[in-house]
């Protein structure tokens, strides 16, 4: 299914042999869990851009055009990201589940960190740092309990939801 998906979206996209490549960057998610109420339900698949670990900020490489010039650009606030979990002994461990998780990045590198995270004791998000929240607070596990992520836990940037 994903590969017909691929190559449906690259013939849409006019993206002539770019399916291999298409399959490299794009990637479809099924989103598990209430978290991301009311945006994003659970059983429902959204297209991701993938973005290559430890490296989400660093621009388009120039002389490239169209979809594949975006792949790596900064993660925005707001944008809906994918974070790979981590495990003991590599930063911050994330509770169990799935290997993914998927979050809205409510603060970036630079920007001031928001009410009620005080305790964190920075004021500016670090560079290399993002503050996640799922859209559902009260059924959510994000940075009030994790903290600040590193960026390098991000995998992919959602683009849009697929079964709207």
Do not use: C, Y
């Amino acid at each position: 299914m994903t590969a017909v998906l691929l190559v449906l979206l690259a013939s849409a996209l006019g993206v002539g042999g770019g399916v291999v490549a298409a399959g490299r960057t794009l990637r479809v998610v099924e989103v598990h869990g209430e978290s991301m109420e009311p945006g994003l339900w659970s059983g429902d698949r959204v297209l991701v851009r993938r973005v290559r670990p430890g490296r989400p900020g660093r621009p388009g490489r120039p002389g490239r055009s169209g979809l594949f010039a975006r792949r790596v650009r900064r993660v925005r606030r707001g944008d809906v990201v994918v974070i790979s979990r981590v495990g003991p002994g590599e930063g911050v461990a994330l509770d169990g589940g799935t290997n993914l998780v998927i979050k809205r990045a409510a603060a970036v590198a630079g920007d001031p960190i928001p009410p009620g995270f005080e305790a964190l004791g920075e004021t500016r998000v670090p560079p290399g740092r993002l503050l996640v929240l799922g859209d559902n607070p009260s059924r959510s596990t994000d940075s009030r309990q994790w903290g600040l992520l590193p960026e390098s836990r991000i995998t992919g940037v959602v683009l849009r939801r697929l079964n709207a």
